[in-house]
């Protein structure tokens, strides 16, 4: 059987469940049913599955450190800040690592196998850095975020402030989009206000004209030529 070419775990998975039930419709050799036929005869006498969904995860509780990352199984993840010092439950899977706080979902990453590794999510810290803007070029979680291109042009900037305000909108709408917007301006000096001007799209109202009736009735007086006649004659035209 020839390897299947995937990149991920989901293509692989997704692979073998399409070639699953293509199996089902193969008739081995003897048998009168197919394989997909036959599964359904015997379905009533194998074990019927649990109520509940098997949770596989290695699963633990870990204290949030101050710099808003969760350890797990050698290497670090941030967290949204306003979690740190809390106590939060982590799933490990095979793929993924999943906090939770209070069964609510805050943070989900690819499963690292390195050691001593630290992933950091920009959207974690931006409000923390919107506070403390003079930081924003040596901050970890932007520096291991963003491409060199993205600081550089960051540079081009009035100042700190605004290279904040380009981190929001980096978390907005992704840094691709927003180099794509930077290579379209020209000239050396750069701002947040150009860029966002890129991004948000204007409505422009469309004016439809008025539907012109094919038939107009246009009452005309009939004309009084009475009138003119006492005009010449110098007398009142009433």
Known sequence: MPIPRIETIDELNAEILRRCLKYREHKIAGRVQTVGEMALTTRVRLTALPRYRFD?????????????????DYN????????????????????????????????????????????????????????RPRSVFNAKPVKSNLSTQLLEAGRRLSG????????????????????????????????????RAFLTPVDIPVNTPEKIPPEIDIKVPKPRFDKYNALLNRRAAV
């Not at 596989?56 to 797990?72: A, E, G, L």
């Not at 999943?98 to 931006?126: D, F, K, P, W």
């Not at 989009?177 to 050396?188: A, R």
């Open 56 to 72: 596989p995860s290695k699963s633990i509780t870990q204290r949030v450190s101050d710099f808003s990352t969760v350890r797990f």
């Open 76 to 131: 670090h993840y941030s967290v949204p800040i306003q979690y740190a010092n809390k106590e939060v439950s982590v799933k490990g899977y095979g793929n993924e690592v999943v906090m939770l706080y209070r069964n609510t979902e805050i943070a989900r990453y690819s499963r690292c196998y390195e050691r001593g590794r630290t992933q950091y999510r920009l959207e974690h810290y931006i409000d923390l850095i919107e506070k």
């Open 160 to 195: 700190p402030r605004e290279m904040v305000k380009l981190l929001r909108l980096c978390v907005e709408y992704g840094e691709d989009k927003i180099l794509t917007v930077i290579d379209s301006l020209k000239g050396p000096e750069l701002s947040v206000e150009q860029i």
